[in-house]
């Protein structure tokens, strides 16, 4: 005689739990902290985990925080991660909940992304419907601070084994509640460069006494667009940005000096290296040619981000399990931002997928951004099934 499957998560199986949900998310966007400050959101993720009967370790990787759970006699092992930090925006979203600490607010989401895990945290210990261990992972230091690699350097899959990792980032513009799943490069990698060019300054009235600098910046900024536009294959993704421009304190002043910031992004490896090399070869030889210097910093950031294909695929199966196959898109992407979870999926094989927060949701780091209440129990049913799919009962 057959025993039949375990019965899977389903979204209603979370409503009891959606009015805990909301005031703990609505509690962490009115004291958002920012990278590498999150103590007392790690303070109040670790006193919830304890509380749901999980063994608690802190202050990994900085105020990372993991929650292990282990049920029945399965050796397999799964990690589902969330980040916790905020970022340096002054809110201006007008809710009754918002950001009660200056200049800082949670404008890409990850109050909700915290509170979805804490949701499945609760779920799963209730329900234990699983054989295995299961790993929540709340990172501190996901913007720009590389929270999952000091994650990662403090020991994290060796002091916590796991057969495969799995994340999730909200995704405005795409209806709330849509599961959104790319295997292969899914996101892009993030490398910065500041460019100093030095020339000689002197008067605004005698140019042909200096070396002008804003004029070579002016110059430069048009010639960078062609690293794309002609180094790079067309059917590749590159992107280069320059978001920053500095020179100068008065009109009558030719400066000694002007800076540009630049943000790359790609999706291989062999085009980061060529955008590296040619924007750095184009930069030294456009300044010289003026009669300048130039100083380059530049710095490599978050690695493309790399699904794996089985991972990816079983993530998809639980999201149309879950809500049907209406509202599921795969693939989609690639996504032009980055991800520290990216550092992850270079040590374990594992998925990071999007979820909808509605058409006209404000994008992410925008001052008028709110995470979508609505997707609280959704999300927190997703993880709780995907770790009792994943972690499945043997039938008995």
């Known amino acids: 005689m057959t025993t039949p499957d375990p019965r899977f998560c389903e979204p209603g199986d979370l409503l009891e739990s959606e009015g805990l ?35 608690v370790t802190t202050q990994v990787g900085g105020h990372g925080v993991v929650g292990t759970l282990r049920a029945g006699d399965g050796s397999a092992s799964v990690t589902v991660r969330a980040d916790m ?144 536009a002609r180094n790079i294959d067309p059917a590749a993704i590159a992107i280069v940005t320059i978001g920053t421009v500095h020179a100068g304190v008065a009109t009558n002043v030719i400066p000694e000096s002007a800076t540009l910031g630049l943000s790359i992004r ?48 079983f993530a998809r199966q639980v999201a149309e399990e879950l809500v049907g196959p209406a509202q599921v898109v795969s693939p989609y992407g690639p996504v032009t931002g980055s991800e520290d979870f990216a550092y992850y999926l270079q040590h374990r094989p594992g998925c990071f997928l999007r979820l909808g927060n509605g058409e006209t949701s404000p994008m992410v780091h925008n001052a008028s951004y709110d995470f979508d209440d609505a997707n609280l129990t959704l999300g927190a049913a997703y993880w709780t099934r995907l770790v009792e799919r994943f972690l499945a009962r043997p039938a008995r």
């Open 266 to 313: 790609s999706f291989d490896a062999a085009v980061r290296d060529r955008l590296q090399q040619r924007i750095t070869a184009l930069v030294s030889a456009h300044v010289e040619g003026y009669g300048g210097s130039v100083e380059i910093d530049y710095e490599r950031g978050y690695p493309v981000l790399v699904n794996s294909a089985a991972e990816t695929e």
């Open 85 to 228: 930090d905020a970022l340096p925006i002054v809110e201006e979203s007008g809710k009754p909940y918002a950001s009660a600490v200056s200049g800082v607010m949670h404008a890409c989401g990850h109050d909700g992304h915290t509170t979805m895990l804490l949701g499945a945290a609760r779920q799963l210990a209730l329900t234990r419907n699983f054989s295995g261990t299961v790993h929540l992972v709340f990172q501190p230091a996901e913007e720009g601070e590389a929270g999952a690699l000091r994650m990662i350097e403090d020991g994290l899959f060796e002091r916590f084994p796991c057969d495969a990792i799995f994340g999730m980032h909200n995704q405005p513009g795409v209806a709330t509640g849509t599961f959104l799943f790319g295997a292969g490069p899914f996101m892009s990698s993030s490398d910065r460069a500041l460019i100093t060019i030095r020339g000689r300054g002197g008067h605004a009235a005698r140019p042909q006494l200096t070396v002008d600098p804003v004029l070579i910046a002016g110059s430069l900024i048009m010639a960078l667009q062609s690293v794309v």
């Open 21 to 55: 949900l909301r005031q703990i998310r609505h509690h962490l966007h009115r004291n958002p902290e920012l990278s590498l400050h999150e103590a007392a959101t790690a303070e109040l993720v670790a006193t919830r985990l304890t509380e749901w009967g999980y063994e």
